[in-house]
């Protein structure tokens, strides 16, 4: 199916414990993004990255680890988590030929 | 890329138009004026985008000042299902960035 997937939809880890968070775009956009949003809080940029093997920094990169080798993917991943990473992540992708991003259904991850 | 400031919340009555404010007074002449919503626990969804000329499509007007500072998202006839968190964005077009506010959340009233 076309379109952007987020897996998994919902996970509880533990503190201290890596979890990696995947995007999956079908459409070749060249820009991706993360966000992290929570609770009664607006979205915050994590990293975005404009192509494959590019990525960069966004407001709230600590803690994260990013990595883009093939177009359509775009993991996050947690090195080790944090009570503090507590959150729903957010992934987008987006074109320069189109002005639009197009989100994800988001991923609640629940750091114990 | 410019900030930009919008009330924090709004009501309308069902079936009027919802007319929503944003200032973006430190714009330059090459950022776009974008609009997303956020409707509960969903990713956010795009609504429309211009630069200085005023703007339709099938879900929404934006009208931009002359001077570029301001703007107003227009939901013609607001419904229920128009309840959602409004995010007014200025970036360069296809920039490699999308900063969110805070927003403002719109309830639309029965």
């Known amino acids: 199916d076309a379109g952007i997937t987020q897996s998994p939809r919902y996970k509880i880890t533990e503190t201290g414990r890596q979890v990696t968070l995947m995007c999956h775009q079908t459409?070749?956009?060249?820009?991706m993004f993360w966000y992290r949003q929570d609770l009664g809080h607006g979205l915050r940029l994590i990293y975005y990255s404009a192509a494959a093997d590019i990525t960069d920094k966004g407001e709230v990169p600590d803690g994260y680890v990013v990595s883009r080798s093939k177009t359509e993917n775009f993991p996050l991943t947690l090195e080790s988590a944090t009570r503090s990473q507590t959150s729903v992540y957010f992934c987008?992708?987006?074109?320069?030929?189109?002005?639009?991003?197009?989100f994800g259904q988001g991923t609640r991850l629940t750091v114990v | 890329d410019a900030k930009t400031t919008q009330p924090p919340s709004m009501d309308c009555a069902e079936g009027r138009a919802a007319n929503l404010p944003c200032n973006h007074s430190t714009i330059s002449g090459n950022e776009y004026v974008y609009w997303y919503r956020q409707i509960h626990s969903q990713g956010p969804q795009y609504i429309i985008h211009g630069l200085k000329n005023n703007e339709t499509n099938e879900m929404a007007s934006l009208i931009i000042t002359e001077d570029r500072k301001s703007s107003t998202l227009i939901l013609p006839h607001a419904t229920l299902r128009d309840t959602a968190v409004y995010y007014c964005i200025v970036r360069v077009e296809g920039g490699n960035k999308l900063v969110f506010g805070a927003g403002t959340i719109l309830r639309v009233k029965s």
């Open positions: 987008a992708s987006g074109s320069l030929l189109n002005t639009e991003a197009f």
């Open positions: 459409w070749s956009h060249s820009y």
